[in-house]
């Protein structure tokens, strides 16, 4: 558990937040974070690990140090430039027609689909140039649909999946086309609105 230590100690540190302030965005104590962050903690429960891990937008592996690892050239971008903020109407023209400055941009949330993992207007912002993952969230533009979805991505044989929802409601998995079907971005963080 020393690596969930120096995790969370990071992601703090990065993200310029107290103890206090990420006991309140989470709701999870903050004399358990004091004792994770001290190393008194050594076994914390999932109902304290996953909203730490929603909050900063890792996997579980990544705050237990289990996983890929949590790179903090990555969690600096904020500090580097500012994250234009595109609206959905917008995002299809700005990103496929015209070059962004940018690797990053931003979107709100526009509805509750993924609450209570992603809840409504919080902000969105993802990565141009990151390698997308199976199980990414993303916004993909569709060609044969000429829609912008955001959902998880899923890796299979080499090929990438999106789920859809279909007019009553039944999910499917669809193969993505690389000569045409375009990941516009990978999702990297995610910021409540409070």
Not at 25 to 48: D, M
Request: proline share 4%; with cysteine; glycine share 4%.
């Amino acid at each position: 558990m020393m690596k969930l230590t120096q995790n969370l100690k990071k992601l703090l540190l990065n993200h310029r937040l107290s103890e206090n302030e990420l006991a309140r965005r989470t709701g999870v104590a903050q004399q358990v974070i004091n004792r994770i962050l001290s190393g008194q903690n050594k076994n914390p429960t999932i109902a304290t690990l996953v909203p730490l891990a929603h909050y900063f937008s890792v996997s579980l592996s990544q705050l237990l140090g289990e996983g890929d690892t949590i790179c903090s050239s990555d969690l600096h971008y904020l500090e580097k430039q500012s994250v234009p903020l595109l609206s959905w109407e917008t995002c299809q023209e700005r990103i496929l027609k015209t070059k962004l400055e940018h690797d990053l941009f931003a979107l709100q949330m526009n509805n509750k689909k993924l609450e209570p993992f992603i809840p409504e207007n919080a902000l969105l912002i993802f990565k141009q140039s990151k390698k997308p993952k199976d199980r990414d969230l993303a916004i993909v533009y569709l060609h044969h649909s000429k829609k912008i979805i955001f959902n998880r991505l899923f890796l299979d044989d080499g090929h990438f999946f999106v789920k859809l929802e279909g007019p009553s409601l039944e999910a499917q998995l669809v193969q993505l086309k690389p000569t045409v079907d375009k990941i516009m971005g990978v999702l990297i963080e995610v910021r409540m609105q409070f």
